[in-house]
């Protein structure tokens, strides 16, 4: 059974950084790709982030472009995103998913319970 478990959430104060973690188990994720998502209070859940565990091949939000980094560890079966310059806009639950089968589905199948992130003004 795949797992996906978020850590490094916090409250931050604006133009700080956080580094979040999905420890991922119960597969082989060397084809799978990864994503980070958020989901603010009273908004629809965003894309933030994704990286194609194989080649490390990375895409980004526009509102994050810049300021975010997503990078795997294959030998700790991690993904991150480091954040930094953060913003109060970027206040949301962080979410990890896994798509076992993006390119030819464009959904992602697996997700975690998501860490908070609070960042103050």
């Known amino acids: 059974q795949v797992q996906l478990v978020e850590s490094g959430g916090g409250l931050v104060q604006a133009g700080g950084s956080l580094r979040l973690s999905c420890a991922a188990s119960?597969?082989?994720?060397?084809?799978?790709?990864m994503g980070w998502f958020r989901q603010a209070p009273g908004k629809e859940r965003e894309f933030v982030a994704a990286i194609t565990w194989s080649d490390g091949s990375a895409r980004y939000a526009d509102s994050v472009k810049g300021r975010f980094t997503i990078s795997r560890d294959n030998a700790k079966n991690t993904v991150y995103l480091q954040m930094n310059s953060l913003k109060p806009e970027d206040t949301a639950v962080y979410i990890c998913?896994?798509?076992?089968?993006?390119?030819?589905?464009?959904?992602?199948?697996?997700w975690g319970q998501g860490t908070q992130v609070t960042v103050s003004s």
């Open positions: 998913a896994a798509a076992a089968n993006y390119l030819q589905t464009g959904e992602y199948d697996y």
């Open positions: 119960g597969r082989t994720f060397s084809s799978y790709v």
